[in-house]
């Protein structure tokens, strides 16, 4: 019986660590919890981004922000050496032979050899090199723990990537056949223009009509001298861009599916593996069928430390569905589903001010029935919508003598009372946790928090907050609170927000990298008047033309689209993925250095594409999947009764197992709570969010009964084996684990 | 016992015509047999595509093809009057109330009672007034008979609508909160352009934004002069055009699932209930359990006039699974997976040459090894990529003198030959029938024969046919047949085409209606030199331009992207679609009509959204439904054995039933063929290709067990009441059927 190796089980299970890096001795458990836990893994956050942030300082840098070479240098040693060491510290717990193993790690390994050598060079030269391998720190920052999801995001692309490069292989083999097309044809009927003169010229045009950048521009001049020449563009078009493309998005998505069934049935199979690990080790001799809740309180507090020990012995209530005196390990397999649950005793009064003097009560009690009635809802939007209506025509008749700073209107004072008299109602009538816990009402009460903050920026004349005060259309939204389909579908994106969040990272490594390269290669190449020999010297002219009879100062602007520092890298690339006249920067870049500078952008091009189908088929994915529930199935919830015996008797074991008051004291207030409420039996609701794994768990309802009887064939025998190994051999591997210390309150931090 | 009515009712099943259009008097079923066969789905067809075409001669005509008012005014009148004609045959056969019901052809009716007069005040006043409503033609193409997918491709577009146009909404909400915002900082920060400074520009600005057609320029002006700008842009394209656009894509995918899984539900329930009911119709008294084969025959004889008796027969077999002596309800059931089947004997001998004497045989053979050598075909691999890389190189050096009318390149002639070889070869090989069932080999054929054809083009110097030399390289694109995924890809892209061809022929419908609304308002509008007034007069400017001591032509092109006939409101249109640059065009016009006209293309842009995302999820879950399937899973086949005695038997009953000639000797071929081979018994194979349906049974398996359930709890208690009402009551309602004809051979359409 070892309580807190089963910990580590069902933490490597929820971690998908795989079980050959589980510790296998005494040092190895030590390097493990010190590897594992809040405080290394915000460390190994901070190095990361301190590393990624360095670019902001290092030449070319923004202006602002330029730092010494001495400085940045020594900086990055710094932040290496921290890399190092939170390698050590994985060595120490992996063991060398399983650190060899481990491919992610012994990358990161490599790249920190390769930045180690490249700063100490940079120190001794005084001087920044090309260093082109910067593009490889996010690396650093790919791999902690907290961007997991990132990690998972960034190798389902990878995985999608054969099929997809199949499918971008046939487009640029239709891409080569029209380019030949294109010069022969074009040649052949004297349309010398510059877009199909050379067979390269001819691929740069077809890939850029690919991304539709140039479109009928390519085509005009051979369709003002022929107009069936449009045919050409036409079949082009429709074969590459709405065939093809189209192609590319569907094997997108069929291997999307595939990727993910996958990923979900190895994630699914190895908690259940990491679960009979830990049951394994839980059960003891005299009873091989059950977990008691001794044991099952002994292992949540290693392996949540901070749960109450009312939260532990409800958890196994509810594990505990058969009423057995133990938990079998089919109850045992549901552990990932509750131990997320937030407890609550369902309320016995109504309302949060039930305790309140009657007088208090009535008052608070109108207020809640006004709040909750429709006529104010409705009162209230009707009020949006008039501000709405307000702002529009204030807007339309605004003139060009107007100043926030001057003047105040006083519609604006008058809605805001009233939205502020509406969020003091809401509160006061629901109860603030009531009230909070409603995401619609937190963005209420943010907004209008906002709009009071920008009223008193204007009162103080604080230049910098106006912004705040132009955030005021936002309370529109509200308006879209009526329909029923908003609010499935708004809430529904709420939901899938932490997903999209780490796409949008995602997006901002393949930016950084790319932005690296651009700035080693393109910085400073662009600038007023230059591109002179290329075809879109306009966007980057800054002269005087002469019209006919009038002068006026050309400004094209393009030259601002330039890899000068890491913050005009960002935004030269995010146009560049808006695409629109991509080609321009390309152009201009390309003929102030050399053809092969096209690589880099029909590169990011088709990055930019892969991640954007993969972002959209994820979106549409997990939008069929969370969408179609109705709004009370937003959470999983499980009730759990307790009896007055069963919360004495629970205490009388603690007070025999755990007696430090904070853990007794939560306890104790489950049986004050029965006294005041009078009943002999308490209702608890364990409520969590739905996650994937909820939703997957339904959709492949019947796959899984397949894969567990499958793993179940595979595994069946091991048990067996080590079972009778642990009867005969004398303990062979003694383990690392210290006997469980069933007095103490620490957690796994605590053995350092 | 109705043959004929039995017919009728497994037609309307499979044409999805509800019951309550069913014959109900001799009068209608004269009526029905005239309005359903070939003939005059034809002729509905052809009078459709009449009316379409008209716009081609009508004012603004293309100029080769301008017809006088009083030409095109009468043929006009003449096509009206067909349709007319195809409506009353409708009505006599519909019966008035049913007509009056039925939406469609009400719409239709009253379409064709605006036409018919305003083609008579055409006719009358000798000239065309703005006939908007021309736009409105494609109905009656739409309603015929043949146009059926896409009408389903319509109705899907419009169903999907509703949830789409709540989240355009959204969309439009936020265009409007950020051109406020727009408006009131660029006002007050003194950026002054013309792209926010009314509200008006500010919306216009924003919503080219969102089809990024106008990107990194709309931002520039403020970028330049505060490069904290740029978050406005940021924000509200990674709001719009990465969120809500996704949301878009999103809801559109979950909507079209659900849409489909009904149609689908619909369709698969009717067709059993028009199963049912032939049944009904065809078990007679005596025998109320089942269906003999001579009633089966009589059905068929009506159902397929042209099918054979030997495959009446195999169908019959291939239904009757039991082996019992009559057609079960549960058989019967599966009637539609069957009726489609192309029967043929499975080959007793293995070569298309088996029958020819021995030394041609061992040549034949000789080749056949030949051909189907593994190194055959990739010695064939090889020339074609040599092919490959010649051209390429060819063309890259080709100069400025070439000529393809003066010069044809020995490299052509010799490729060409080994091709033509090969082609003579597998043909030979292979047999003709064995070899042009493939699709591959289908398009090596052509791509050789039009290669061929070329060469005599240029021998005898016809010049228009040059361009079929230039398509050679096309060759190129059977070095794909080498990987397995591109020969899944590229059958499943095969397997679609009939479903991509009716998603462009709803794109056509729609681009003619817009054309026409285009040609009455803007043809004309644009010239050369036009549009100064506006923003993009660049665009349209054909002048002479100073750059600083330099003079050259500007040449705008724009100007041809009109509205001034119907060919070029295609391509126009075509331009709007692929979105880049259409903003020139819409401000172009603009400037020469009013600022109303921003509607018209904004309309288009987002009807070619949503029909870019439907096609794009329609081809997608096509796309993962029919491709993971191996390639031998490409077709349906269901296998039947006949004995000897079975077949004589048959036969026998053929000659009571239907002694006609034809119908005999098929079933005589089947006895000769047994003699040939000797065995005393046949196996057919009925073979047809995968359909959708076949598919989404697969797919949805399990609810269709739940659907049939739910179908029947509805459908048990009616049959039963009929049954009784047959038997209790003297035929309440006389049936219009006449009594069954055993022994003609005529079908429905013999009735007329």
Not at 515 to 531: H, L, Q, R, S, T
Not at 684 to 703: I, Q
Not at 734 to 740: H, K, R, V
Request: net charge neutral; charged share 15%.
């Amino acid at each position: 019986m070892n309580y807190q190796e089963a910990a580590i089980y069902l933490q490597e299970g929820e971690n998908n660590d795989k079980f050959f890096t589980h510790p296998r001795n005494p040092k190895a458990l030590a390097a493990y919890l010190f590897a594992h836990n809040h405080l290394f893994y915000m460390m190994e956050l901070l190095t990361g981004l301190l590393l990624m942030m360095l670019s902001l300082c290092e030449a070319p840098a923004v202006p602002s922000l330029r730092l010494d070479v001495y400085v940045h240098a020594t900086l990055e040693l710094l932040a290496l050496v921290m890399v190092a060491f939170e390698l050590c510290m994985k060595l120490r717990w992996l063991g060398f032979h399983t650190f060899i193993r481990h491919k992610r790690t012994m990358v990161k390994t490599c790249v920190l050899l390769l930045q180690f050598v490249e700063a100490i060079v940079v120190l001794i030269r005084q001087t920044s090199h090309v260093r082109v391998t910067r593009a490889l720190r996010p690396i650093f920052l790919v791999d902690c723990r907290y961007c997991g999801a990132v990690r998972r995001n960034l190798r389902q692309i990878f995985q999608s990537l054969p099929p997809f490069i199949d499918i971008l292989l046939l487009l640029l083999f239709f891409m080569v056949i029209f380019a030949i097309l294109g010069k022969s044809y074009y040649f052949n009927l004297q349309y010398n223009k510059s877009y199909f003169n050379t067979l390269e010229n001819s691929l740069v045009s077809l890939f850029v009509l690919l991304t539709t950048a140039n479109f009928p521009d390519v085509m005009m001049p051979a369709y003002s001298k022929n107009r069936w020449s449009c045919v050409f563009f036409i079949v082009y078009l429709s074969i590459e861009l709405y065939f093809i493309m189209n192609l590319l998005l569907a094997v997108v998505f069929d291997t999307f599916n595939d990727v993910e069934k996958m990923k979900f049935k190895s994630l699914l199979l190895h908690k259940r593996s990491a679960i009979d690990h830990a049951f394994q080790l839980l059960v003891s001799r005299q009873r091989p069928m059950g977990v008691s809740l001794k044991q099952f309180d002994g292992l949540m507090r290693f392996y949540r430390p901070r749960m109450s020990a009312r939260d532990r012995f409800l958890t196994y209530k509810a594990l505990n569905t058969s009423g057995a005196p133990m938990l079998s390990l089919e109850d045992f397999y549901k552990f990932y589903e509750v131990t997320g649950l937030k407890w609550k005793a369902r309320r016995s009064g109504e309302y949060w001010f039930d305790d309140l003097p009657h007088t208090t009560f009535l008052i608070f009690k109108g207020i809640n029935l006004l709040v909750k009635s429709k006529a104010f809802q409705y009162a209230m939007y009707v009020v949006v919508a008039i501000n709405g209506v307000w702002i529009l025509v204030e807007t339309y008749t605004l003139n060009s003598g107007f100043s926030w700073s001057r003047f105040v209107p006083w519609s604006y004072i008058v809605f805001l009372t009233i939205y502020g008299v509406e969020v003091l109602l809401k509160i006061t009538g629901l109860g603030p946790v009531a009230y909070f816990s409603s995401g619609w009402n937190l963005f209420d009460f943010s907004v209008t928090v906002f709009a009071f903050l920008g009223l008193i920026a204007l009162a103080f004349d604080m230049e910098p907050f106006y912004f705040i005060v132009v955030l005021r259309p936002l309370q529109l939204l509200r308006l879209f609170k009526i329909k029923q389909r908003y609010r499935n579908v708004l809430d529904t994106m709420f939901e899938l927000f932490p997903r999209m969040a780490s796409l949008g990272l995602t997006l901002i490594i393949f930016y950084y990298s790319f932005a690296i390269v651009g700035m080693e290669f393109f910085a400073g190449v662009v600038y007023p008047n230059c591109c002179n020999t290329s075809t879109v010297a306009d966007s980057y002219r800054l002269i005087n033309i002469t019209y006919g009879n009038k002068t006026v100062l050309e400004e094209g602007y393009y030259y601002l689209n330039n890899f000068n520092n890491i913050l005009s890298s960002f935004v030269t690339l995010f146009e560049l993925t808006v695409v629109n006249n991509w080609y321009i920067t390309m152009e201009g870049v390309t003929s102030m250095t050399s053809h092969w500078s096209r690589l880099y952008f029909m590169t990011f091009y088709i990055v930019t594409m892969v991640r954007h189908m993969q972002s959209q088929v994820f979106l549409s994915c997990m939008f069929v999947l969370f969408c179609p529930c109705s709004p009370d199935e937003n959470g999983i919830v499980f009730e759990v009764e307790v009896s007055r015996d069963e919360a004495l008797e629970t205490l009388e074991l603690y007070k025999q197992t755990c007696p430090g008051q904070s853990s007794l004291s939560s306890l104790q207030g489950v049986l004050q709570a029965m006294d005041r409420s009078g009943h002999s039996s308490l209702v608890y609701l364990g409520h969590r969010s739905r996650t994937k794994s909820d939703l997957s768990m339904k959709m492949y309802e019947e796959e899984i009964q397949e894969w567990y009887a499958e793993y179940s064939r595979e595994n069946l025998p091991q048990p067996d084996q080590s079972q009778e190994q642990e009867l005969d051999s004398p303990d062979p591997n003694p383990s690392p684990f210290p006997e469980p210390q069933l007095n103490s309150q620490t957690g796994p931090h605590s053995i350092n």
